[in-house]
């Protein structure tokens, strides 16, 4: 994986100046964007399969768990996700409701 340069700390500087009061480890920011997913620095005690949301709007379902970072995959592609952009946790797992003729 390619990690573009950037300097974290202006990143969470930038960010952390319009945050809410939510707890530091329920939100995390965003390093990297492409194809649908993307990598966010600073979500602790994040689960697989979680729902995040993100501070423009957008959505995303926890796809992988790194040592500091997790990629999530974006539900809705019409929504942009910017480098910079404050990711918070929801503490519900992604879930489809189902029918008995589905099972």
Aim: aromatic share 6%.
């Amino acid at each position: 994986m390619d990690v573009k340069s950037t300097d974290l700390v202006s990143l969470f500087e930038q960010a952390l100046q319009n945050l809410s009061q939510a707890p530091v480890e329920q939100s995390g920011i965003v390093i990297q964007v492409g194809d649908g997913m993307c990598t966010v620095h600073g979500l602790l005690n994040a689960m697989y399969g979680e729902l995040v949301e993100f501070e423009h709007g957008n959505r995303g379902i926890i796809f992988n768990l790194d040592d500091d970072s997790v990629v999530v995959f974006l539900i809705y592609n019409a929504i942009p996700v910017m480098v910079g952009e404050v990711v918070t946790r929801t503490g519900s797992v992604f879930q489809v409701p189902v029918g008995d003729a589905l099972i």
